[in-house]
Nanobody
Framework: QVQLVESGGGLVQPGGSLRLSCAAS????????MGWYRQAPGKQRDMVAS???????YHADSVKGRFTISRDNAKNTVYLEMNSLKPEDTAVYYC??????????????WGQGTQVTVSS
């Protein structure tokens, strides 16, 4: 059994910073791509950033230059450093990972979501 556990969300003022973390645990053989998505009320879930197992990154245009994704392969953990936060960044942020378990089965996993609210 594999699970993703997120932490680091909260309330922050515009211009502030937050760091999200997501750790994968369980019967893991290998973690492939990891990423962050977000979903604001009444909107679809959109990709924010992703990172391959070799460290190649992608950032959505809306967060480029403000957010940075990184990972620690030894800890099976992905991070999202968020700076210069804006009210439009308010959303529930979800961690995603493609994981091969010890039974040689590869599938997508999602975290439970963490709320990020940017407001004065």
């Amino acid at each position: 059994q594999v699970q993703l556990v997120e932490s680091g969300g909260g309330l922050v003022q515009p211009g502030g910073s937050l760091r999200l973390s997501c750790a994968a645990s369980g019967h893991i053989f290998k973690v492939y791509a990891m990423g962050w998505y977000r979903q604001a009320p009444g909107k679809q879930r959109d990709m924010v950033a992703s990172i391959s197992s070799l460290g190649t990154t992608y950032h959505a245009d809306s967060v480029k230059g403000r957010f940075t994704i990184s990972r620690d392969n030894a800890k099976n953990t992905v991070y999202l450093e968020m700076n210069s936060l804006k009210p439009e960044d308010t959303a529930v942020y979800y961690c995603h990972a493609q994981i091969e378990d010890t039974g040689w089965s590869t599938r997508d996993y999602w975290g439970q979501g963490t709320q990020v609210t940017v407001s004065s």
